[in-house]
Structure formats: structure tokens, C-alpha cells
């Protein structure tokens, strides 16, 4: 039988969803604009709709799972990955 969950472990990942969840789709978008062949206007389209399928996606993917720890370790090492990534591409797109 599942144990009660309390309200401030619901609460929590709500706030995950909410902060770093849409700090992860943000850099996510960014990062795939970057990497989506095509022009620069139908890469920018396709991520953002990309985007909301991945947020939609990571919001099931925290209720989902069932260790507190594991939400926020994961969802801040892909916002880094990610973040990274993304600069790392702004940088050298601004140095050519």
C-alpha cells in the first residue's frame, strides 16, 4: 500500500514544476533552436512547440516519481545541461 503523502512533499513538486521545470524548458527551447536544421524562423516555431510537449512531459515525469531527491537532482542537472548548452551555442554564434 502507497504511504500518505504530505502537503509539503505536494508542494514541493509543485514548485519544482513550477521553477526549475520551466527553467528546463526554457533552456531546452533555446538550446534546440540552435540545433533544429532550417531557417532560423521555422527552428524558433518548431522549438517552441517542441517546448510545451517537453513541459507537459516533465510536469507528468515529476508526479510521477516516486523519491522527492531524485525530482530535484534531476531536473537541476538538465537545467545546467541545458543552460550550458545553450550558452555555449549563443557564444559561438556570436563569435562567427
Same mark, same amino acid.
Request: glycine share 8%; charged share 10%; net charge positive.
Given at each position: 500500500?502507497?504511504?500518505?503523502?504530505? %502537503?509539503?512533499?505536494?508542494?514541493?513538486?509543485?514548485?519544482?514544476?513550477?521553477?526549475?521545470?520551466? @527553467?528546463?524548458?526554457?533552456?531546452?527551447?533555446? @538550446?534546440?533552436?540552435?540545433? @533544429?536544421?532550417?531557417?532560423?524562423?521555422?527552428?524558433?516555431?518548431?522549438?517552441?512547440?517542441?517546448?510545451? @510537449?517537453?513541459?507537459?512531459?516533465?510536469?507528468? =515525469?515529476?508526479?510521477?516519481?516516486?523519491?522527492? %531527491?531524485?525530482? =530535484?537532482?534531476?531536473?537541476?542537472?538538465?537545467?545546467?545541461?541545458?543552460?550550458?548548452?545553450? =550558452?555555449?551555442?549563443?557564444?559561438?554564434?556570436?563569435?562567427?
Amino acid at each position: 500500500m502507497a504511504k500518505p503523502v504530505g %502537503r509539503w512533499h505536494i508542494a514541493s513538486r509543485v514548485l519544482a514544476a513550477a521553477i526549475p521545470g520551466f @527553467l528546463l524548458t526554457n533552456t531546452a527551447g533555446i @538550446l534546440l533552436t540552435f540545433l @533544429l536544421p532550417g531557417d532560423k524562423l521555422s527552428a524558433v516555431a518548431t522549438a517552441t512547440i517542441l517546448s510545451y @510537449l517537453l513541459y507537459a512531459a516533465i510536469i507528468l =515525469w515529476i508526479f510521477s516519481v516516486q523519491r522527492l %531527491r531524485t525530482v =530535484w537532482i534531476a531536473l537541476l542537472s538538465a537545467v545546467v545541461v541545458t543552460g550550458g548548452g545553450a =550558452w555555449l551555442m549563443i557564444t559561438l554564434e556570436a563569435a562567427s
